[in-house]
C-alpha cells in the first residue's frame, strides 16, 4: 500500500479483488487516517470470504456443498442477502447461479490466468451446444439472523458474487469513510463511490471509458454523494476451447453471453452494489431494451453500442458534463 499526505488530500492504494483499489480523503479530518485504514481492512474481508478462487475462502467452501448449511462470516451472509434480492427485483435476471457456465467456458481460474492459458493454447473449455437451456425455478437461498458469523443455505447451486461482491466491497468502504473529509472517494476498477462533490467542490469528474479500446474517454460525469458502476466486455472476455468467444456477463435465460448488441453500460446509483447489480441487469437487457428498461425503473444509465454509438437515459442526462463529439 501506498499512501500520500498534501495539504488537502489524503490518498491510499493498493491491490485486492483483482483490481488497482484507490481511497481518496479531500481535505482528511483528524480520524481520516483510521478511516483509510478501517476503508482498506472492509474491502480485503470482503475479498478474502466472497473469492471463488481460493478454496478456503467461505465461498468456495458453501459452494462445495451448496445443499447444506454453512456458518459464515457476515460478508459472505450479506452478499447472499442481497443477491437474492437482486434476482428477486430484476426477475430473475441478476443470478449468480450462472457460475455453471463460466465453469464450462473455462473461468474456474482468475481472469489473468484464463488469458494466459489460452494465449499458450491451452483450452479454456467448451460451451454446452444449443442457444438454450432449460428454464431454472426462482433462486431461493436461505440466511438466518447474526451478528459476525451467520448460517447461511445456498438453495442447491453454486453461486458467482463477483460483481456484487465488488460493489459491497465498496459500500463497506464508503461507509467505515463517513465523516473523513469533506469528500472521500473509493475507487475498485469499475465500481465506485464517489462522496461528496468532490475536490472542487462541483461534483466527481468521472470519465466513462471506450469499451472498444480508445484511450480517451467517451463521456465524462459530474457526480455527487453516488456509486458507479460499469458492465463492460471491454476486458473479460476470451475464445472457449471450440473457438466460440464468450464473455464474463452471461444470460441466465439462455446460459449464453448476453448483452447483444451492447459494449458497455455504465449506472449511477445511491448505492453502490446496486450501482453494479444494474449496470449489469441494463447490459443483459441488450441494445433493444436498454433505454426503455433504464427509462421505467429510473436509472441514470449510460451506455455504448456494438457499433460505437453512445447514449444517455433522462435520468443522465443532467450528470454529463462533457460528451465526445
Known amino acids: 500500500m501506498t499512501t500520500t499526505t498534501a495539504a488537502a488530500e489524503l490518498t491510499a492504494t493498493f491491490r485486492s479483488m483483482a483490481s488497482d483499489i484507490r481511497v481518496t480523503v479531500v481535505r482528511p479530518g483528524p480520524h481520516a487516517a483510521a478511516a483509510v485504514d478501517a476503508a482498506r481492512a ?3 474481508a470482503v475479498a478474502l470470504h466472497l473469492t471463488r478462487f481460493d478454496p478456503a475462502s467461505a465461498l468456495s467452501r458453501a459452494n462445495g456443498r451448496p445443499s447444506s448449511w454453512h456458518v459464515v462470516p457476515a460478508e459472505l451472509a450479506e452478499a447472499v442477502e442481497e443477491a437474492e434480492r437482486a434476482h428477486r427485483v430484476t426477475g430473475g435476471l441478476f443470478d449468480p447461479r450462472v457460475l455453471d457456465r463460466l465453469l464450462a467456458w473455462g473461468y474456474d481460474r482468475t481472469f489473468d490466468e484464463v488469458v494466459r492459458a489460452v494465449a499458450d493454447g491451452v483450452p479454456a473449455g467448451v ?8 428454464p431454472r425455478p426462482p433462486w431461493r437461498p436461505t440466511v438466518l439472523p447474526g451478528d459476525d458469523r451467520r448460517l447461511v443455505h445456498l438453495g442447491g447451486s453454486p453461486i458467482d458474487l463477483g460483481g456484487i461482491g465488488k460493489g459491497l466491497a465498496v459500500r463497506r468502504a464508503a461507509a467505515a469513510l463517513a465523516g473523513a473529509g469533506s469528500a472521500v472517494l473509493v475507487d475498485a476498477g469499475g465500481d465506485e ?3 461528496g462533490a468532490g475536490p472542487e467542490g462541483d461534483g466527481w469528474h468521472v470519465g466513462v471509458e471506450d469499451p472498444h479500446g480508445g484511450d480517451d474517454p467517451l463521456l465524462v460525469l459530474s457526480v455527487t454523494d453516488s456509486g458507479c458502476a460499469t458492465s463492460s466486455i471491454r476486458r473479460r472476455r476470451w475464445v472457449a476451447g471450440d473457438g466460440t468467444p464468450v464473455h464474463h456477463l452471461v ?7 448476453g448483452g447483444p448488441g451492447l459494449a ?5 446509483h445511491p448505492d453502490p452494489a446496486w450501482a453494479e447489480v444494474w449496470s449489469k441487469t441494463l447490459f443483459l437487457a441488450g441494445a433493444v431494451e436498454v433505454e426503455a428498461q433504464a427509462s421505467v425503473r429510473g436509472l441514470a444509465a449510460a451506455w455504448v453500442t456494438e457499433t460505437g454509438a453512445v447514449r444517455v437515459s433522462p435520468a443522465m442526462e443532467p450528470h454529463v458534463r462533457w460528451r465526445a463529439a
Open 264 to 268: 458497455a453500460v455504465t449506472v449511477l
Open 42 to 44: 472492509a474491502i480485503r
Open 251 to 257: 444470460d441466465p435465460r439462455t446460459g449464453r453471453p
Open 127 to 134: 460451451p454446452t451446444p444449443g442457444p438454450t437451456r432449460a
Open 193 to 195: 463511490w464517489l462522496g
